[in-house]
């Protein structure tokens, strides 16, 4: 508020004294004025002064950087560094103790958003911001994104297969063929599925139901249907489980007892089924790491089984299941749903390591060339 030009500039850039209370209120005086990127890296556990620093950049940046054909002040926004602008806020907001604010948040969007058109260089300089704003791009979509089916209930396929489909979509079923289609082969192999469970009753054959199973499970991914048998009560008619003396009540828990069967038979040419149905029922019970280590196990005999780069495709890792999914589309025993898959998890995977390369770039403002690289072709599968 001082009259004198220089003397109140002199007092700002003293921070009139080393206490934080001194400095807050130069901060706050100086959001009215020019903006300083360099004060948050001069305090960079002052969770205030980043606040403030935020505001002041936010609202003198936008002023001269907005507007469409032109920047507002073309001659003052020449004069910035909107590198070190951009690195200055993102730097501080995405520190781990920061606490921002509603308003610090909002602020540092506006600036970013607002300043994005007539500073591409600047932006393109620092990848990091480029990384957090694909980022926040793509959570925008995430809640309506469908998760992936883990859970699937035959009833409810069948039910929805009674009422007619679309005509539009009709067509393009009827012109890509129906019986090739997921669906369908969904519905063909649930259904022989439990065929087969229902003759294990007859004959007690776990070696014969177990080849069933195993390829059937090469057909579609919800082969299995994890079902009991059932009796319905003479008098209440309610339906319970049925005591069959089996050594199993879940028809899933079936898998394990026919894979021992298998490799009791003694056929070396059958021990992939073996490894399959068990690989099957581990992720089915979701313990993925005892289905990496028969998968692991499998490949090691046999290196052209798709199945067991499948399964560890289904791995968390990015770098892991993208590798085994790019393997598994060059084995020779694959089958189209198989291969399918494979396609699908290679995207998923590949996508998701580039938008953490892009977000997990240095914050050092140097850019790494070899880690944006990275990330944009991980994008471009």
Not at 329 to 350: E, G, N, W, Y
């Amino acid at each position: 508020m001082c009259v004198d030009a220089i003397l109140r500039d002199k007092l700002y850039e003293k921070a009139l004294s080393p206490t934080t209370g001194a400095q807050t209120f130069a901060l706050k005086w100086r959001s009215r004025l020019t903006c300083w990127p360099n004060v948050c890296e001069d305090h960079p556990d002052d969770e205030k002064v980043a606040e403030l620093a935020i505001l002041t950049l936010a609202h003198s940046v936008t002023a001269i950087a907005e507007c469409n054909e032109k920047p507002a002040n073309p001659a003052v926004l020449k004069q910035i560094s909107m590198t070190d602008v951009y690195k200055s806020v993102l730097e501080a907001i995405k520190r781990p103790h920061f606490r921002a604010s509603a308003i610090t948040v909002n602020h540092t969007l506006e600036l970013v958003a607002l300043s994005c058109m007539h500073s591409a260089p600047a932006m393109k300089a620092y990848p990091p911001s480029i990384g957090t704003c694909f980022g926040a791009l793509n959570r925008l979509y995430r809640p309506g994104a469908e998760d992936d089916q883990t859970i699937f209930d035959p009833r409810n396929l069948a039910t929805a297969l009674e009422r007619a489909l679309p005509q539009h979509l009709s067509k393009i079923l009827m012109n890509y063929g129906a019986e090739r289609s997921e669906i369908f082969l969904t519905m063909h192999c649930t259904r022989d599925f439990s065929n087969a469970m229902f003759d294990y009753l007859e004959n007690e054959n776990l070696y014969k139901l177990g080849l069933t199973q195993a390829k059937l499970s090469l057909k579609t991914e919800f082969a299995a249907v994890d079902e009991y048998f059932q009796s319905a009560d003479p008098q209440t008619g309610d339906w319970s489980i049925r005591d069959t003396g089996l050594p199993f009540t879940r028809w899933a828990d079936s898998l394990p007892h026919c894979a021992r069967a298998i490799r009791g038979a003694g056929k070396l040419d059958e021990r992939d089924y073996a490894d399959i149905l068990d690989i099957k029922h581990h992720v089915m019970s979701r313990r993925l790491e005892d289905a990496f280590r028969v998968a692991k196990r499998g490949i090691e005999r046999n290196p052209e089984q798709a199945y067991f780069y499948y399964a560890l495709s289904l791995s968390v890792d990015d770098v892991q299941g993208l590798r085994a999914s790019k393997k598994g589309m060059k084995c020779k025993l694959i089958t189209p749903f198989l291969s399918f898959q494979m396609v699908q998890r290679s995207v998923d995977h590949a996508g998701d390591m580039g938008i953490k390369v892009l977000q997990g770039l240095s914050d050092s403002g140097a850019g790494d060339k070899n880690s944006t690289r990275t990330g944009k072709v991980s994008l471009s599968w």
